[in-house]
């Protein structure tokens, strides 16, 4: 059962249209998505989601209730449904741990002392509780930013580009604990991000929105594998082009095999041209007559003399 419906949302600034006619729904305990470019009007719905906007049409149902906009609310917003945006609304001259509480005033003593440390535990910012706004680093207000959001147990988290300050070894364990977490207590989220690969490690579905309007609702693994067109499939990492006979060619660097199969039919001579370590894994470049291609491996590739790719069908 969907616990956030969308329908036929339209949002204008000074009379031009921002987001048209956008539609989708969220179940209870799910991660959607909106995947787009900036300009596209990702967090534009996402403020109208969480009652911060006000939009010229359509609907937005919550709980099977209307999201009432700023024109109709004296304070704005809905108190089960959170946003964090990319300023982080913080309490600049509270500590940490002062922040998350003042979300928690409702409450026993003894709950808020629980719901505290679990909170500074799941954002790995105990260590940091003691410290003001202006004493810790963007990336871990931005930590802070979400255990604020998640205090008072929201049904629905809503996440503007969540994790862009957050350095690789810290997004990798606090993004696992916190969906982890979400999935738990079956929070609802809507997530935008510019990042096709961050969609597809969080999202059950992923929202595909350009110039406002939602040109896709899919599944993660059918974006990456079945993209309708060359700029719907750049979200989802680096492709190579190779005009082959009269044909265009497009195949992604880590989609290939070294042995023929019914997936990997279409056979590449390869000629080695350079290696790019970068960590955990290499960029091979390979030439095919003139013209270069690229291949993801963590083995030695530089000895190859053929591939076998599976090139993409775009649908349009």
């Known amino acids: 059962m969907s616990i956030l419906q969308v329908k036929d949302l339209t949002i204008a600034y000074q009379d031009k249209p921002v987001v048209k006619?956008?539609?989708f729904?969220?179940?209870?305990?799910?991660?959607a998505v909106i995947l787009g470019s900036s300009g596209d009007g990702k967090t534009t719905v996402l403020k109208a989601i969480a009652g911060l906007l006000n939009y010229q049409s359509g609907d937005i149902l919550f709980l099977n209730e209307p999201v009432k906009d700023p024109s109709e609310k004296l304070v704005p917003g809905h108190e089960l449904i959170k946003l964090v945006n990319q300023d982080f609304d913080l309490d600049t001259f509270h500590t940490v741990e002062e922040n998350i509480r003042l979300r928690l005033l409702q409450f026993n003593k003894e709950y808020q002392d629980q719901r505290v440390q679990t909170l500074l535990r799941l954002t790995r910012l105990t260590k940091h509780k003691d410290k003001t706004t202006k004493q810790?680093?963007?990336g871990q207000q931005q930590r802070l930013a979400i255990a604020r959001a998640l205090a008072d147990e929201p049904e629905l988290l809503l996440l503007d580009e969540p994790f862009n300050q957050l350095d690789f070894q810290t997004k990798n364990?606090?993004?696992k604990h916190l969906r982890s977490y979400i999935k738990k207590h079956k929070i609802a989220v809507v997530m935008v991000t510019h990042n096709?690969?961050?969609a597809m490690e969080w999202a059950?579905?992923?929202i595909y929105l350009e110039n406002g309007r939602v040109k896709r609702i899919d599944e993660p693994r059918s974006f990456f594998e079945h993209p309708k067109n060359k700029r719907e499939a750049s979200f989802f990492g680096e492709i190579n082009r190779l005009k082959i006979g009269d044909e265009q060619v497009y195949f992604r660097p880590s989609f290939y095999s070294l042995n023929k199969s019914k997936t990997f039919k279409l056979k590449l001579k390869a000629k080695f041209v350079n290696k790019e370590f970068l960590g955990w894994y290499s960029i091979y470049t390979f030439s095919h007559g003139s013209q270069k291609f690229?291949?993801?491996?963590t083995e030695d590739l530089s000895t190859l003399k053929e591939v076998f790719i599976q090139p993409i069908k775009f649908n349009d």
């Not at 729904?25 to 991660?31: C, D, H, L, M, R």
């Not at 690229?294 to 491996?297: A, C």
Request: hydrophobic share 35%.
């Open 21 to 23: 006619k956008c539609s």
């Open 25 to 31: 729904e969220v179940a209870k305990g799910e991660v």
């Open 136 to 138: 810790i680093s963007g």
């Open 173 to 175: 364990k606090i993004t």
């Open 196 to 198: 096709g690969i961050e």
């Open 204 to 206: 059950d579905k992923i």
């Open 294 to 297: 690229k291949l993801f491996s």
